[in-house]
C-alpha cells in the first residue's frame, strides 16, 4: 500500500486516548508543578531544533516532546493555586465539547455551512440571557441577542464599531472617521477599550478616561460633565463602556446612573462584564448587573469564570440591525438562499472575521452538564472563600486591604514600602505555590488574589494565605528586626 | 461526600475515549452523511429545549443529542466529497494538539502567563517561514516575525493598521483618521479587505478596487495610475493588498510588479495568500510567491490546507516594531519583567485580542507528524487530482472553463444559461453526495470545484465528475429534448 503520511484510524485511537489519560493525569498532578513556569526567555525555544522537520515522527515522540520540552514552560492555569489576573477556568465537559467541535472541523461563517454552529448558538446565548436574566431586548426573540467572540477586546470592538456607525448615520464605513468622536470609560477600565478606539480610527486622545470615586467606580457626574463640554466643543460624544467589574480591584461602575446619562445624551453604552459577569447566573449577586436595561450591549466571557476553555466572550446587543449593518459584507461567493431568511442569523456580520468554529458546543456540554445548579454552586463557593481569604487579610493587622471587595478579588497588600510588597509577590511566584498578580490602587503596589479556578478548595486557599504570611513575616523580621 | 457537579476523573476517561472512538467512526463514516446539511433555518433550534436545563445530565445523554440533535445540522466540511469554498481541511494530529491545547486551558497574553505558548508560536512560524522559503525578513532572526492570528481577516486588519499607522507617523492612534488614507486591491480581493478598511475608520469608499486582466490578476499599470491620481489629488495611498490565489477564482496578482509600485510610491504591500499560500510547500509552485520580498507583510492559513484546524491564520510581518507599536497598551497589571526581555515577543501586540490559546501546539502536531515530505505529498496530491479534473471539463463540449487553473480550484459552468448552471449546482448540493459553492465571473454564474479535503482521492473527484455530468445531461436533456 502507498505510504499516505495519515494517522490510521487506529492510530488515532490509540493516541487520542492515551491523551485523554494524559490529561486526566494532568488535572490529578497539576499541584505538583510550580504555578508559574520557571523557565527563563529563550529557553524553551532553544530547546526545540531551529530547522523544521523534513520527515514526520511517530506520536509516542511527540507526546513524548509534550512532556519534556512543552510542559516545563507552562503557566499552570487549571492549577487550584491559580490565583494571579483573572482565571480561564476550564473544566472537562467544555474540553470534550470543544474536542468534538476541533474533530468536526466546520466552518459556521454562513448558516448553511453548518446550520447547528448557528443555531446552537443562538439557543444557548438565549440561555444563557435567560441564566443570567439579561434584558428580554438581548434575546434573539427581542431585536437583539447574543453572539460568540474570540474575547472581550473584540466584543468591545464591535461595539465601538456599531455606535460609531449608529453616530455618524453610517457615514464612517462609508467615508472613514471624519468626525471628532469622543468615547468614555473610566481610568479603571480594560486596556481594550483604548486598544478598540485606536483600531476603529477614533484615536486615544478622543478616549476619555472619567475619574472615580473611593471604590473606584465611574462618577456618573464627572462623566456627564464631560460630554457635556464635548458637546459644546462640537465634537460628538457616541460611546460609553462601563465596567461590571474592573479588572484592577474588581469595581462596580454604577448602571443606572450611566445609562440614563448615555439616553439622555443619545451615546451608546457598552457594559464590560468580562469575568464578573457571570456571578448574575446565582440571584444574590444580581445587583451588579441593575442598569443594565439602559445599556446597548454587553459583554462576559465564559472563558473566564464559567467553566468554558477560551475562547468564549459572549456578546450580546439589543439593536442586532444596527450591529449587522455595520459589519455586513455581502460577496457573490458567500450569496445563498438561506441568508434571506428572518429565522436565522449570518454570524459573519456579527464579528470581525469571517471564519467561525463551533465555540458554541462547548458551552451546551457546560450548561447541559452542570445544569444551572451546578454552575451556580460553583460560582457561590468561590465567592465564598474568597471572602474567607478576606476575612484573614482583615484579621492580621500587617496587612491592609486595598478596594472593596464583595466578590471573588480580593486587593490588599503589606502595610509598608512598594518594594517590600513587589518582593512579596516575587518571592511567592518565585516559589511555584501559588501565582498571583499585581495591581496599583491608589498609587500603591497592590496585590491581587482573585479565587475562581475550577477546582479551588478551601485548602488550597488556606495554603495560599500561610505562605504569603510565612513570606510577609520574613519580609518584616528584615524591615524591622 | 459533598455532592460538587464536577466531572470526576474516571468518568473524563470514559467519556474522552468514547468521543475519540465517536469521531474516528465519524471520519470513518462521513460519506454515509449529505455533504451539505438537509435542514431549514430553524430546525435544529426547534429540536432544543428554549429553556436552560435547571439540572445537569450525564455524559452519555450529552453524546446521544449530539448524534439525534446537533449532527443533522452539520455540513460535512471533512468530507472527502466537500469540494466548496475553500477548504478546512483538519487532521488527526490537529486535532490531538487541540485538544491539549484545550485541556491545558493556558492564556498565552504575556510570555510569562506560559512562556511555552509564545516560545512554541516563534519557532513553528520561523519553520513555516523556512519551508515556504519566505524571504528572511519574516523571520523573527530578522527585523519581523510570525504570529497565528484566528482568520485571515483578522490578519489583514493589523496589516491596513500598522500601514495606517506608518503613513500617519501614529497620528491616526493618537487622533483618529484625519487624513484621505487610500487602500488599493483588485475587484477579486476577498471582502475581508472592505470590512477591515471600514473597521479600521478609513472607509470603503477609500478603498480603490483595480480592475484585473483577462486571468483575474490586478492590473499593476492601473494600480499605478489609480495611486498617482489620488497623490495629485492631495489624498494619502497607503496601502495595498495583493492576493496570491483569489477567493473567487484563485487568479494571482504579479506581486513583483505591484511590489516595486508600493516601494516607489513608499505604500504597504499586504500579500493574501489564505489557501493558496500552502503551495509553496513544494519548490516547484514557488513561483506563485515571486516579488514576495517586496512585501511588508503575509498571510496564508494553515486552516484552510495545511491539515490544522480552525483558528489558524499565520501572519507574517518584514518589521514587527511597527506592528507593535501601533497595537501596543501596557496597563499596570499587565507589567512583568520578562516583557522588557528583547528575546521573547508579546504577541498579545500582534493582534487586536489580549487574550490567546496555545494555536501552535496543534500546528507543531501537525509538522511533527507529516514532517515537510508528508505535507508536500498531501499538497501535491490535491493539485494533480484538481489537473485531473481539469482534464475531463475540458475534454467535454458541453462543459467551459472560466478561469485558468494552475493549482487545486477548477472554476467552470455548463455552456447555456446562468440559471441552468444555478439549478446544476443546487441539484447537486441537494443531492448530499458532494458539496460545491459558486462565483461570477466575467458576470456569468460559474461553479467552483476546489480539491483540499484530507481524505479526497481520486475516487471522490471521479463520483464527483459522474454526478455533474449525469445532472448536466438530465438538465439539457430538458432544455434540449
Given at each position: 500500500m502507498e505510504k499516505t503520511f495519515h494517522m490510521t484510524s487506529q492510530q488515532f485511537r490509540d493516541a487520542g486516548k492515551q491523551l485523554i489519560d494524559w490529561l486526566a493525569d494532568y488535572y490529578e498532578q497539576v499541584?505538583?508543578?510550580?504555578?508559574?513556569?520557571?523557565v527563563t526567555p529563550g529557553e524553551i525555544r532553544t530547546s526545540l531544533p531551529s530547522e523544521p522537520p523534513a520527515s514526520g515522527t511517530d506520536t509516542q515522540r511527540i507526546i513524548q516532546e509534550l512532556d519534556s520540552k512543552i510542559l516545563p514552560g507552562i503557566t499552570h492555569w487549571q492549577s487550584p493555586n491559580f490565583f494571579a489576573y483573572f482565571p480561564a477556568n476550564a473544566s472537562e465537559p467544555s474540553v470534550l465539547g470543544d474536542l468534538v467541535s476541533s474533530g468536526l472541523?466546520?466552518?459556521?461563517?454562513?448558516?448553511?455551512?453548518?446550520p447547528s454552529c448557528t443555531e446552537v448558538e443562538m439557543q444557548v446565548l438565549d440561555w444563557l440571557a435567560k441564566m443570567l436574566a439579561l434584558p428580554e431586548a438581548f434575546l434573539s426573540s427581542g431585536s437583539g441577542g447574543g453572539v460568540i467572540q474570540d474575547s472581550a477586546s473584540s466584543s468591545s470592538l464591535c461595539a465601538i464599531l456599531a455606535a460609531r456607525e449608529r453616530a455618524t448615520g453610517f457615514r464612517s464605513n462609508e467615508d472613514g472617521c471624519r468626525e471628532e468622536l469622543i468615547a468614555y470609560t473610566s481610568t479603571q477600565a480594560h486596556s481594550s477599550i483604548e486598544k478598540d478606539v485606536k483600531v476603529a480610527g477614533i484615536g486615544r486622545r478622543n478616549l476619555r478616561l472619567i475619574d472615580v470615586d473611593a471604590d473606584f467606580a465611574m462618577r456618573p457626574e464627572l462623566l456627564e460633565k464631560s460630554i457635556e463640554e464635548d458637546e459644546r466643543a462640537r465634537k460628538l460624544p457616541f460611546f460609553v463602556c462601563a465596567t461590571v467589574g474592573t479588572t484592577s480591584s474588581l469595581a462596580f461602575d454604577p448602571l443606572e446612573a450611566i445609562g440614563r446619562i448615555c439616553k439622555k445624551h443619545k451615546l451608546w453604552l457598552h457594559v464590560d462584564a468580562a469575568m464578573a459577569g457571570t456571578a448574575a447566573l446565582c440571584p444574590e449577586f444580581?445587583?451588579?448587573?441593575?442598569?443594565?436595561?439602559?445599556?446597548d450591549s454587553y459583554c462576559f466571557d465564559a472563558?473566564?469564570?464559567?467553566?468554558?476553555?477560551?475562547?468564549c466572550s459572549c456578546f450580546f446587543v439589543a439593536d442586532r440591525a444596527t450591529l449587522t449593518r455595520t459589519l455586513d459584507v455581502l460577496p457573490e461567493y458567500l450569496r445563498n438562499q438561506a441568508a434571506a431568511s428572518d429565522v436565522v442569523f449570518e454570524y459573519r456580520n456579527w464579528h470581525v472575521p469571517l471564519g467561525r468554529r463551533f465555540r458554541a458546543l462547548k458551552l451546551w456540554f457546560v450548561i447541559r452538564h452542570y445544569g444551572v445548579e451546578g454552575l451556580q454552586f460553583h460560582v457561590r463557593r468561590h465567592v465564598e472563600l474568597a471572602q474567607t481569604f478576606l476575612r484573614w487579610v482583615r484579621e492580621d493587622s500587617r496587612f491592609e486591604l486595598m478596594a472593596p471587595a464583595p466578590l471573588n478579588l480580593i486587593c490588599f497588600r503589606l502595610k509598608g514600602a512598594d518594594q517590600m510588597n513587589e518582593e512579596l509577590l516575587r518571592r511567592l511566584n518565585r516559589s511555584g505555590k501559588l501565582y498571583l498578580s499585581h495591581t496599583r490602587l491608589n498609587g500603591k503596589f497592590t496585590i491581587r488574589f482573585c479565587v475562581a479556578q475550577t477546582r479551588t478548595e478551601l485548602q488550597h486557599v488556606q495554603q495560599a494565605w500561610d505562605a504569603i504570611r510565612k513570606e510577609a513575616e520574613s519580609l518584616l523580621a528584615v524591615a524591622h528586626p
Open positions: 499541584e505538583r508543578y510550580p504555578v508559574l513556569a520557571q472541523g466546520v466552518q459556521g461563517m454562513l448558516w448553511a455551512t453548518s444580581r445587583q451588579i448587573q441593575r442598569g443594565l436595561e439602559l445599556a472563558h473566564k469564570w464559567m467553566f468554558t476553555n477560551f475562547d
